[in-house]
């Protein structure tokens, strides 16, 4: 960090639910960009959200890091945000002093935070008035001003236990903190770099490598927490596990599968694992030909559908249905029916999701952009709608950077599921 003082903001960001009295939606990043941002940049601290610190995929240590040595923390609980509400508890943990907390007034408190000094403002809508804005925004800069001269407790945790010998950390612990913190994110970005490199060259085995790495240096290594690996390092390992196909394409896949099993699949809410599971399990379908592997899909593939309306989830859970919609027809005429039916209508709700994304001109942004290009042209090829897919098809390639070849034949063999499918009798 520079030597100008640093304040970290944690709240929600974009446009988010608030279920209070009334259900109601709230801009957050309007108050961040009116009131939190001007208000702290006045007083002459440098102003950092989440969103905007630079990492390459593992937020944990620099998130931690950043609660831990921030000069100020600022936390906005408005729509009682998890994780905002989860950091400002670790914000407590760390440090006795110079924490404010902030809500939209009509918000209920969730959690017993209603005894802490909290800055409230008022939303108007989704947006915040102008007077509104002036005002809070001076309201916290008076607020940042005092607490950056003054060292009140301001944690619980500390409130409470200091009397039995609970005791902030001093100078020179923090620093030796953080510079392990700095010095173990600066090698486990490395690890990181260097396997979405290799991967983005289709060199998975050279991938996975370095991904064993990056996780045995998290859970082992300095700063690491053994027994609590980042999922999303799990994630990537199990991908590049089973992409890789060695020794065999079937050893590849039951590997992968051991790595994605810890992440507890059958009860996960997260679209990504429950993407990477369900694929595991497809391909063994595919390999094996045994029917266990396609159910298993199925159910994975579904639920991350179901739970987060995930297009790549719902695509594949379509494919699959039809795949078993084709090896029971002939036992099983009227189930092999409903699942074709079932994997229509899926299709015919992800062409209607991704419609909707596709007219909002922020989706152009987003890291997963190539991909709901793809889904939807295999999506449209799938329910017979030739001329539309290739128009999506021709977006896909097209994009620069250009598709890696992993990903080209990823779409290749999926496009070629989707045409089956339309041409297939029944369809």
């Given at each position: 960090m520079s030597d100008q003082p640093t304040c970290f903001v944690i709240m929600g960001f974009g446009k988010k639910t608030d279920y209070g009295d009334k259900v109601r939606t709230l801009d957050l990043d309007a108050t961040y960009a009116a009131i939190i941002k001007p208000a702290i940049e006045d007083c002459g601290l440098t102003c950092i959200r989440a969103d905007e610190v630079t990492h390459s995929g593992v937020i944990d240590v620099k998130m931690y890091e950043l609660l831990l040595r921030a000069d100020l923390v600022v936390a906005d609980i408005s729509t009682?945000?998890?994780?905002?509400?989860?950091?400002?508890?670790?914000?407590h943990a760390?440090?006795?002093?110079?924490?404010i907390i902030m809500k939209e007034e009509e918000g209920k408190f969730q959690f017993d935070l209603n005894h802490l000094a909290t800055l409230q403002y008022r939303h108007l809508g989704e947006d915040i008035g102008f007077t509104e804005a002036k005002k809070k925004r001076e309201a916290l800069a008076t607020l940042v001003k005092a607490v950056m001269v003054k060292q009140d407790t301001d944690s619980p945790v500390f409130t409470h236990l200091t009397a039995v010998g609970l005791r902030p950390m001093t100078d020179d612990d923090l620093s030796r903190a953080t510079r392990a913190a700095e010095s173990a994110a600066e090698t486990l970005a490395s690890l990181?770099?260097?396997?979405?490199?290799?991967?983005?060259?289709?060199?998975h085995g050279e991938a996975a490598k370095h991904f064993r790495r990056a996780l045995d240096l998290q859970t082992n290594g300095p700063g690491g927490v053994p027994g609590s690996p980042d999922p999303f390092l799990i994630q990537q390992l199990a991908l590049a596990t089973y992409k890789a196909k060695q020794p065999t394409e079937v050893d590849a896949l039951q590997a992968g599968w051991q790595w994605i099993e810890r992440l507890s699949p059958a009860e996960s809410t997260d679209p990504e694992t429950l993407g990477i599971a369900g694929a595991i399990q497809k391909r063994l379908f595919l390999k094996l030909d045994k029917r266990e592997h396609l159910d298993r899909a199925i159910e994975l593939y579904g639920r991350g559908f179901e739970l987060k309306r995930d297009y790549y989830n719902g695509e594949n859970y379509a494919l699959c249905l039809d795949l078993r919609a084709k090896a029971q027809e002939t036992a099983s005429p009227e189930e092999a029916q409903y699942d074709r039916l079932t994997a229509r209508k899926t299709r015919a709700r992800i062409y209607d999701i991704l419609l909707a994304a596709f007219a909002d001109r922020a989706t152009l942004e987003r890291t997963d952009y190539r991909w709901m290009l793809a889904t939807m042209a295999n999506v449209l090829f799938a329910l017979g709608k030739e001329n539309e897919a290739s128009r999506y098809e021709a977006r896909f390639r097209a994009l620069q950077p250009a598709p890696a070849d992993w990903e080209i034949q990823?779409?290749?063999?999926?496009k070629t599921y989707a045409q089956a499918i339309a041409s297939a009798p029944g369809s």
């Open positions: 009682a945000n998890a994780n905002a509400i989860y950091e400002l508890g670790v914000r760390l440090r006795p002093y110079r924490t990181l770099d260097a396997g979405r490199t290799a991967a983005k060259n289709s060199n990823t779409f290749e063999d999926g």
